[in-house]
């Protein structure tokens, strides 16, 4: 897809060829079986709702939530099998992402972020970026992005945080932390390159600094996006 987009289009919209790309993904995912979409759908919320539907294609139904942990608990419960929710911003007052911290097998992945070519079309306003989560393993593709989760003890600030994820054994593109109250913190991480959960570097950074933490996981990748 970076290959095909990446080719002269001539008089052509920019953005078609992928949003033709997209229609066509979710013509066939939904011939092989039910696909439904939860996402936030709240005041506001109308241009997020649009580039999901350029995403997801304009037959996938879609169902809206009050917020993103909602959405996201429609995913967990097996009432939809996808997720689309914007990334986290520091501030938010809903840290849906915690949810994925859990170690069952069929708690669902980051796998995909989209606008995949950064093109809107005509979709109403909307700041956010968003991604895709569902019981489908990332991919490496040579051009990705790790999500790691951390849980943090003894109400950790970020400055604290900031010098503990500075010693992480890869390269650090994004730090979100959010305050929780006095028992606990979160911190969403983005690595540059994709990084195995099981990764030997990742479990020596934890054991060196597991006093700081209650736990960690990376919760899925994601292809940068070309834009």
Request: proline share 7%.
């Amino acid at each position: 897809l970076r290959i095909l987009v990446k080719q002269p289009m001539g008089h052509l919209p920019p953005g078609l060829i992928h949003r033709l790309w997209r229609e066509m993904i979710g013509a066939f995912t939904l011939q092989e079986g039910m696909m439904k979409v939860a996402l936030p759908n709240g005041d506001g919320e109308e241009g997020f709702w649009d580039i999901a539907r350029d995403h997801f294609g304009s037959f996938t139904p879609m169902q809206g939530f009050n917020n993103p942990t909602a959405a996201l608990r429609a995913v967990l419960s097996n009432t939809h099998q996808l997720a689309a929710l914007p990334f986290p911003r520091e501030g938010d007052g809903d840290v849906w992402w915690r949810l994925l911290l859990a170690e069952q097998e069929t708690v669902p992945n980051v796998f995909y972020a989209f606008p995949f070519d950064g093109v809107r079309g005509n979709a109403r306003k909307t700041d956010h970026q968003g991604m895709v989560i569902g019981a489908i393993p990332p991919e490496a593709t040579g051009q990705d992005r790790t999500v790691l989760v951390l849980e943090w003890q003894n109400a950790a600030d970020k400055k604290s945080a900031d010098a503990v994820c500075d010693n992480l054994p890869f390269t650090k593109t994004v730090h979100i932390f959010t305050p929780a109250g006095i028992e606990a913190a979160w911190s969403w991480i983005e690595l540059d390159g994709f990084v195995e959960r099981n990764n030997p570097q990742l479990a020596a950074w934890y054991h060196e600094h597991k006093r700081h933490l209650m736990r960690h996981k990376i919760i899925g990748a994601y292809p940068v996006p070309i834009k």
